[in-house]
């Protein structure tokens, strides 16, 4: 079977009933919204500060999930796994309060705050030339949502061959959280994001990758299920991949673009892309998984030389949920 067909049964298996935008809608609760109006009054500098301090509470008296992401930094040869884990702790809070002083500033724009790399914007030129649309395998690294926010201000001023502008889609899950849920997708959506429930999203991506728009969509999670998937070595152990995200773009002949972001020492940050797959290399399922496994190792490279910067806290290497027999 083809590289096409896999991608209708792979992702059949996801979607269940017509594909659907996020309601973006409801604001979220007052008080959280409070909370943002609170923090916004801060000065941007010192959001990193007042992130760290969150950070060290949680690294080392709440302790989430600390023994699970210092033992998988072990495991992966990073250097002084407890001081990295404890600068990835910190780095979460002061995205979180990012995100919050965000929410508070809604007219701030967020250009300034994201430099998008020379070679990131040679390699999305090179791949918007297509004219097939781009999806863009990423991770949570970073602020991945600051960064998501303000390269959707940067693609709007990047025109296709159509001649029309470029949208960002993202692909995303709802949070169990509900009223944290409501704040985050609405944050997101006021910023110019397009967001996709990654339930139902292979008519909605198909659409997006026509108009020639950009697709972004996580590459770092353990998948939900057993199909449309292959086991790759990543970071000292074997890893689960879906290849979904690849087989959307061998379906549409799209390029993918490999792109991750992160927090520069002057409190900025940085996008930069590090790989442009074509068309071509996406032709059979054998070149998906080998595509699959040449992104996974450039995520690798990246959380190697920036252990701190990616999310840890995932259950990256966890079994599969297989159907029960029966």
């Not at 990295?84 to 309060?97: D, I, Q």
């Amino acid at each position: 079977m083809n590289a096409e067909g896999r991608a209708d049964e792979t992702l059949g298996a996801r979607a269940k009933g017509a594909p659907e935008a996020l309601p973006q809608g409801s604001r979220g609760p007052l008080w959280m919204w409070l909370v943002a109006r609170l923090v916004a009054l801060l000065p941007y500098r010192a959001l990193r500060s007042f992130g760290a301090a969150l950070g060290a509470l949680v690294f080392g008296l709440v302790r989430v999930r600390r023994r699970h992401v210092e033992s998988a930094m072990a495991r992966a040869g990073v250097r002084e796994p407890r001081r990295a884990a404890a600068a990835m702790y910190g780095s979460l809070g002061a995205g979180l309060f990012e995100l919050l002083w965000t929410a508070g500033r809604p007219e701030e724009p967020l250009e300034a705050k994201l430099v998008v790399s020379p070679r990131a914007a040679d390699l999305f030129t090179r791949a918007l030339a297509h004219g097939r649309g781009v999806v863009v395998a990423t991770a949570h690294t970073g602020n991945w949502d600051l960064s998501a926010c303000a390269a959707a201000a940067w693609l709007r001023d990047r025109v296709g061959p159509s001649g029309r502008t470029t949208a960002l889609h993202v692909i995303t899950k709802r949070l169990s959280w509900r009223a944290l849920d409501r704040t985050w997708q609405r944050l997101r959506a006021e910023r110019g994001v397009l967001l996709v429930d990654a339930r139902g999203a292979t008519a909605r991506v198909r659409e997006a990758l026509a108009r020639g728009d950009v697709v972004a969509m996580m590459i770092d999670q353990a998948p939900e299920r057993a199909t449309g998937v292959a086991q790759i070595p990543f970071l000292g152990a074997p890893a689960w991949c879906d290849l979904a995200p690849f087989l959307m773009a061998s379906r549409a002949r799209a390029p993918i673009v490999v792109a991750f972001g992160r927090r520069r020492d002057d409190g900025l940050h940085e996008l930069d892309a590090v790989d442009l797959i074509e068309p071509d290399a996406l032709a059979t399922r054998a070149d998906v998984v080998q595509v699959a496994a040449r992104i996974t190792d450039a995520l690798a490279s990246f959380v190697e030389t920036y252990p701190a910067q990616w999310l840890w806290l995932h259950r990256r290497w966890k079994e599969l949920r297989r159907p029960k027999e029966g």
